[in-house]
């Protein structure tokens, strides 16, 4: 089986193989289980992924077991009582079968590539081929079921994207989830988050609407990039210690009004874990209580003309809870695509639906992995 597949083979592909044939046949080109239980493996990263692919392969056994990590603040921590993290080297890697668990890829893997790993695999391909071993992460349960019945919504997506780069994104994007070799993001790969290539949103910039600020990174960004542009800034960051430093971090620039709640659909209260070193998916359980608002609702007495979205798979309740503010002002709209596998053809459809005809749609990749799959949706009297 090829490598790579455009987005006609790619649709074939899917229609032509049921779901375990697909993954029979790519288990033929992944590391085994038997070989992760009997050979030198290597874990490249200590957070949350890490420690949890850490617990499985530990408990099946795994004979000859590291876990590294980038991070030099992370070097001599003691996992499970008996694995100290060690710092990324060449020895520790050189024919070792290395797992990525990030969702952050392509450069750890050619890292890896060049250390003469025995084998390098992001730990997603292994929940996507061994669901059973590796329970998904929720960015991509059920990965290969939801792609194989939404070849047409992908086919739909397809003919809707304006240029040829967003037709190359879809394709590496698709292929990635497939086949799990991030090298096809080497071509496409924008490194500048929330700033494509080929498109221009200074006409946009003047009323930004940060859905998901975290610490003001992405705020802070767009302050910089559109100085002179900028008139406000809405910063919408759910949780509370995070909104602490939201708020330290973009005080100084007197245009910035942060709401420590999350978006959604509705005004409700909602509930997180917050021992996690990043945000998960909201549940009904959980020990940090945080407010949810929604854009109708909190923004209806503004006129934004940029909105990005970045909530943990919270987007389409988002979009929902902001029908009347988009149908009626059109901001130009940016929404991460990857936080549930239907999302990279879900939320353009749901936008569609919204405001009928109305915007220009747009994909970018702007990080070498699962993350950063970005939806632009400009409008098109303004674009």
């Given at each position: 089986?090829?490598d790579?597949l455009?987005?006609?083979?790619?649709?074939?592909?899917?229609?032509?193989?049921?779901?375990?044939?697909?993954?029979?046949?790519?288990r033929?080109?992944?590391?085994t289980l038997?070989?992760?239980?009997?050979?030198?493996?290597?874990?490249?990263?200590a957070?949350?992924?890490g420690v949890r692919l850490l617990?499985?392969?530990?408990a099946?056994?795994a004979?000859?077991?590291?876990i590294?990590?980038?991070?030099?603040?992370k070097?001599?921590?003691c996992l499970?009582?008996?694995y100290?993290?060690q710092p990324?080297?060449d020895?520790?890697?050189?024919?070792?079968?290395?797992?990525?668990?990030?969702?952050?890829?392509l450069?750890?893997?050619?890292l890896?590539?060049?250390?003469?790993?025995?084998s390098?695999?992001?730990?997603l391909h292994?929940?996507?081929?061994?669901?059973?071993t590796f329970?998904?992460?929720?960015?991509?349960?059920?990965?290969?079921e939801?792609?194989k019945?939404?070849?047409d919504?992908i086919t739909q997506?397809?003919?809707?994207l304006?240029?040829?780069?967003?037709v190359?994104?879809?394709?590496a994007?698709?292929?990635?989830?497939?086949f799990?070799?991030?090298?096809?993001?080497d071509?496409?790969?924008d490194?500048?988050?929330?700033?494509?290539?080929?498109?221009?949103?200074?006409?946009?910039?003047e009323?930004?609407?940060?859905c998901?600020?975290?610490?003001?990174?992405?705020?802070?960004?767009?302050l910089?990039?559109?100085?002179?542009r900028?008139?406000q800034v809405?910063?919408?960051e759910?949780?509370?210690?995070?909104f602490?430093?939201?708020v330290?971090?973009t005080?100084?620039?007197g245009?910035?009004?942060?709401?420590n709640?999350g978006?959604?659909?509705?005004?409700?209260?909602l509930?997180?874990?917050?021992?996690?070193e990043?945000a998960?998916?909201?549940?009904?359980?959980?020990?940090?209580?945080?407010?949810?608002?929604?854009?109708d609702?909190?923004?209806a007495?503004?006129?934004?003309?940029?909105?990005?979205?970045?909530?943990?798979?919270?987007?389409?309740?988002?979009?929902?809870?902001?029908?009347?503010?988009?149908?009626k002002?059109?901001?130009?709209?940016?929404?991460?695509a990857?936080?549930?596998p239907e999302h990279?053809f879900s939320l353009?459809?749901q936008v569609?639906?919204?405001a009928?005809?109305?915007?220009?749609f747009?994909?970018?990749?702007?990080?070498?992995?699962?993350?950063?799959?970005?939806?632009?949706?400009?409008?098109?009297i303004k674009?």
């Amino acid at each position: 089986m090829q490598d790579y597949l455009n987005l006609a083979q790619f649709s074939q592909y899917l229609k032509n193989n049921d779901i375990e044939a697909i993954r029979a046949e790519q288990r033929k080109n992944c590391v085994t289980l038997k070989q992760l239980q009997s050979e030198p493996v290597v874990i490249l990263g200590a957070a949350d992924e890490g420690v949890r692919l850490l617990e499985i392969l530990d408990a099946m056994g795994a004979s000859d077991l590291t876990i590294v990590d980038m991070n030099p603040a992370k070097k001599g921590q003691c996992l499970l009582d008996k694995y100290l993290v060690q710092p990324f080297s060449d020895p520790i890697v050189c024919n070792a079968h290395v797992i990525l668990a990030t969702h952050r890829t392509l450069n750890a893997y050619k890292l890896c590539q060049e250390s003469k790993a025995r084998s390098v695999t992001p730990f997603l391909h292994l929940q996507t081929l061994y669901p059973d071993t590796f329970e998904p992460h929720f960015f991509h349960k059920n990965m290969l079921e939801i792609l194989k019945s939404g070849v047409d919504d992908i086919t739909q997506l397809a003919d809707t994207l304006v240029d040829e780069t967003s037709v190359q994104v879809l394709e590496a994007c698709l292929n990635y989830r497939i086949f799990g070799v991030p090298t096809v993001f080497d071509p496409i790969v924008d490194w500048q988050l929330y700033e494509p290539r080929a498109i221009d949103l200074t006409p946009f910039a003047e009323v930004y609407v940060d859905c998901g600020s975290y610490d003001g990174d992405s705020v802070l960004l767009h302050l910089s990039r559109y100085t002179e542009r900028v008139k406000q800034v809405f910063a919408f960051e759910p949780d509370p210690s995070t909104f602490e430093r939201l708020v330290a971090n973009t005080s100084e620039s007197g245009k910035v009004t942060c709401i420590n709640k999350g978006v959604g659909d509705k005004v409700s209260t909602l509930y997180f874990s917050a021992n996690k070193e990043r945000a998960s998916l909201f549940t009904d359980a959980g020990e940090v209580a945080v407010d949810i608002t929604n854009l109708d609702t909190e923004l209806a007495n503004a006129t934004p003309t940029l909105i990005k979205m970045n909530i943990e798979a919270f987007e389409p309740l988002a979009l929902a809870g902001a029908e009347t503010l988009i149908a009626k002002e059109t901001p130009a709209l940016a929404i991460s695509a990857y936080h549930q596998p239907e999302h990279i053809f879900s939320l353009q459809q749901q936008v569609e639906a919204i405001a009928p005809g109305v915007y220009q749609f747009y994909l970018r990749q702007h990080d070498g992995g699962l993350v950063e799959t970005v939806l632009y949706a400009l409008p098109k009297i303004k674009a």
